[in-house]
Structure formats: C-alpha cells, structure tokens
C-alpha cells in the first residue's frame, strides 16, 4: 500500500517521503481503515510515540498522521462494536503507524461511527481538534454556562471548535490570535478578541478558565488572568507559572467515542464547523505541511475518494 513514512527525526517535514509498505496486521481489538482522508499535526515529528514503540524501540520507518476517516474493511481477532462496511472517524494509536496511508491499523475503540451526511474529508479535521477541545473546555476545565473562557488561538485549529463548543454550551468566549483573526473569532462567536500583539493580555481577566494553545510567555502570562477556583489549561506543555488558588492542568487529546459522536451531532446539526485550510492528495503531503506555506484552517489530505 502507498504511505508516507518518515526516518529521520532531523529531517522535518522535508523527511516525509511517499513510500510501498505491507498492508498493516489487524492485531486482536483492531480494525483495518480504509484511510480516505487524513490529518497530521507537525508537532508529532518531534514526539517520542513517532519514534519509538512503547517499549522504546525503534519502529521507523514509522507513518505519521494520527487522526483519520475513512471505511472498515477488515475486524481483528475480538473485535466488538464495528463492521466491516461501515464509515468511521477518529484517532489513531500515537505509537503504531499513522493514518497517512491507504489503510491503518486502529483499535476499534478509538474510532467512532461516521454518519452518511459528513463528508470524510469534514470528519477528519475533527479527531485532534475536536476532542481537544471538548476535553480541555469541558473535561479539565469543567467550564459550564455563564462563566468566562478565555481560549488562546481562536481562529486556529483546537480554537475555532473551542470558540463554537463554548459558546453554544452558554459560556462567555474571549478569544485571542493575531490581528488577521479577530474577524474568524467573532463570527465563530466569541464575544470579544483580544489581538497578542497589540492589546494587552492582562486586561481581559479574570476569567474562569483560560484554554492555551500557544505556551511559552503567553502560558505564563495568563495565568494572573484566571480567578480563584478557576483553571488554567494548556495543551502545549506543563504549567511552570501556577495561577492563585486555581487548578493548573496540562494534557494531552485521548480517544473517546461518546465524544467524538457528540461532536459528529453538532456537524451534523450546524453547530460545529471545522475550519478546512486546504485539500491536498496523499503523494503531496510534505509540501502540503512544508514551512511558509501553510494556509489558515485545517490542512487535510485526502487518500482516497468516497465511491458514489
Ligand atoms: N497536547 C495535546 O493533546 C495537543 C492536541 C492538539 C494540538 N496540540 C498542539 O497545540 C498547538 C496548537 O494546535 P492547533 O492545531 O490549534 O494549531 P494551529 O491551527 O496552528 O492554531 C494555533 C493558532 O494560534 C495562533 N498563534 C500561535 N502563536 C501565536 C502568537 N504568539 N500570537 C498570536 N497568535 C498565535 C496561530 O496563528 P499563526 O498560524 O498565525 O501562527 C493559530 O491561529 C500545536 O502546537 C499542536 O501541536 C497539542
């Protein structure tokens, strides 16, 4: 099967190399995906999991691209709650071989059924994105209605589903980005939009939970913004500035079924709209993702195209 493997952790997104691979092994609780549409974070080419098996061995040449939609075409030994035939989204194993393939390898329980109406190209802008979202909003930041967030990056990817899943679930949204995306937040719906570079960070707290995208001096600054009781959450890396009396949490996106389908209803349901940047096909994947040619929205990339 065609796939993009990469070998050398120096070489980025340049090492990203379309490659002949065996068909991958149905191991016992997995499906085999025919992958029809991919995403890939460039984050991942500097993630151990990319590298190294669980054990720590080598397993390159490894495929990146770990969130996927596609159809199943084969069940592994025990395999419950999928079929062969059947449509479905999610996440793939970060230390087994990635989605940028024609087929992947996934345990079921990570995927979840895509209904007929959502394109796959749609469906896999949302794994990543979608369940970090939600997990960090809601899970770690316990946010509910009538309360403040403040989410970092809102017109990027994790940002714009976190400004839409905020605010329909009634809460307050500040978001922030560069001057370029105050436009895509508001209409996404954030209430207001404070711009990095021109405004100043600390005039917009406090806030109950703030949801960071970005780290470094921003992490940092933002967590004088969070009231007492409040959380500070961030998926770039651990917290080294604790808020006052506020939780601190960092994390990293788990599968979830339940969730994923909630996020499939309100696609489905006009509440949720994954922002797509660009479509490329498999063999142009390393200049789809190379620096400087990035495009705002989710890069996708198709594998395969959807019969009838
Ligand atoms: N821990 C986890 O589980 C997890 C899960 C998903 C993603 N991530 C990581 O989280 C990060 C964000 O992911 P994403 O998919 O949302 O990325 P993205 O689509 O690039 O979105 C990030 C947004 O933040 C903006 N931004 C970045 N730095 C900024 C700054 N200094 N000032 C103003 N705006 C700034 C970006 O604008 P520009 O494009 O103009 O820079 C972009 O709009 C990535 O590093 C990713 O690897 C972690």
Do not use: C
Not at 28 to 42: C, K, L, M, S, W
Not at 106 to 118: F, H, K, T, Y
Request: charged fraction near 20%; glycine fraction near 12%; avoid cysteine.
């Amino acid at each position: 099967m065609r796939a993009i493997t990469v070998r050398d952790r120096d070489a980025g997104v340049r090492g990203m190399t379309l490659t002949d691979l065996p068909h991958p092994h149905a191991a016992e609780n997995d499906v085999i995906v025919r992958v029809h549409a991919a995403g890939f974070t460039p984050g991942e080419l500097s993630w151990p999991a990319t590298w190294t098996d669980r054990a720590g061995r080598d397993r390159t040449p490894s495929v990146p691209g770990h969130e996927l939609s596609g159809v199943v075409t084969e069940l592994g030994y025990g395999t419950t709650g999928l079929s062969v035939g059947q449509r479905v989204f999610g996440l793939a194993d970060w230390t087994r071989d990635g989605a940028l393939a024609d087929h992947v390898a996934v345990e079921a329980r990570n995927l979840a059924p895509l209904p007929a109406d959502i394109d796959h190209v749609t469906a896999a802008a949302l794994p990543v994105s979608g369940l970090t979202a939600w997990q960090g909003l809601f899970d770690h930041g316990r946010l509910t209605a009538g309360r403040t967030v403040l989410i970092h990056g809102a017109a990027g990817g994790v940002g714009s589903l976190a400004v839409q899943l905020a605010r329909e679930a009634g809460a307050r949204v500040i978001g922030t980005g560069r001057a370029a995306d105050r436009t895509t937040a508001l209409d996404l719906g954030a209430h207001a939009f404070v711009d990095l570079q021109a405004d100043r960070l600390e005039d917009a707290g406090p806030v109950d939970v703030v949801l960071d995208v970005i780290g470094g001096d921003i992490l940092d600054r933002s967590a004088a913004l969070v009231r007492p009781g409040g959380t500070l959450v961030t998926i770039s890396r651990p917290v080294t500035v604790p808020p006052d009396g506020a939780r601190a949490v960092f994390f990293v996106v788990e599968p979830d079924r339940a969730q994923l389908t909630a996020l499939a209803t309100r696609v489905r349901t006009g509440r949720l709209t994954p922002l797509i940047g660009s479509v490329h096909p498999l063999p142009d994947t390393a200049a789809a993702f190379a620096p400087g040619t990035r495009t705002p929205g989710k890069t996708v990339i198709r594998v395969a195209e959807e019969a009838g």
